[in-house]
C-alpha cells in the first residue's frame, strides 16, 4: 500500500483537507474524489485542454498535476465559477454567443477564458484566439468562442455587448 499525505488546499473557495496518494492526478482527485465533473479527460496527456481548472489563478491542466503540488493552493473549476442560479458572466457570455454545442471543451474554454481575462479584461481577437489555442474543440470553427470570449470581457468590464 503506498503513503498518504495531508492535503490542504481552497477548491472553488472552500477549504479541503484530505488523505491522498502524493501521486494521484488532481484531475483524478477532482472528478473521483471530490465529485466534480466539469474538468474533463480528454487526452489525459496534456494535449487538450479539457481538463484546466485553475491553480493560483492561472490555467493548469490537472491531468499533468499531482496531488503533491496542491497544498496550501487555491484551485478553481468550472462549478466555481458560477452557479446554474448565478451565472458567471462568462458562462453567459458562451450560452449567448452559442459557443457550446457538445459540451466537453466548455469547461476547459471558460477556464481560460478567466484566467486571460483576469491579466487581459480588454483582449482583442488574436489574445483570445491565443488563449485558448491549448482547448481542443471538434464541433466548432472556434468563431463563436472566440466571440464569447471577447463578450465576456465586455460584460466584466461593465460594457454592453
Not at 25 to 50: F, I, P, Q, Y
Not at 98 to 123: E, F, K
Request: hydrophobic letters at 40%; aromatic letters at 2%.
Amino acid at each position: 500500500m503506498s503513503e498518504h499525505m495531508e492535503l490542504s488546499f481552497t477548491l472553488n473557495g472552500a477549504p479541503v483537507r484530505m488523505a491522498v496518494e502524493p501521486g494521484r492526478r488532481v484531475l483524478d482527485l477532482l472528478r473521483e474524489d471530490l465529485g466534480l465533473t466539469a474538468a474533463k479527460e480528454g487526452c489525459g496527456s496534456g494535449e487538450c485542454g479539457a481538463c484546466a481548472v485553475l491553480v493560483d489563478g492561472e490555467a493548469k491542466l490537472s491531468c499533468l498535476m499531482l496531488a503533491a503540488q496542491l497544498p496550501g493552493r487555491s484551485v478553481v473549476t468550472a462549478e466555481g465559477l458560477g452557479t446554474v442560479l448565478a451565472p458567471h458572466s462568462i458562462q453567459e457570455a458562451f450560452a449567448g454567443c452559442g459557443a457550446v454545442q457538445c459540451g466537453y471543451c466548455t469547461p476547459g474554454m471558460t477556464i481560460a477564458t478567466a484566467a486571460l481575462l483576469a491579466q487581459n479584461p480588454d483582449p482583442d481577437r488574436e489574445e483570445a484566439r491565443r488563449a485558448i489555442s491549448g482547448n481542443l474543440c471538434r464541433c466548432t470553427g472556434y468563431v463563436k468562442i472566440v466571440d464569447a470570449v471577447l463578450a465576456a470581457g465586455a460584460a466584466l468590464r461593465g460594457e454592453k455587448e
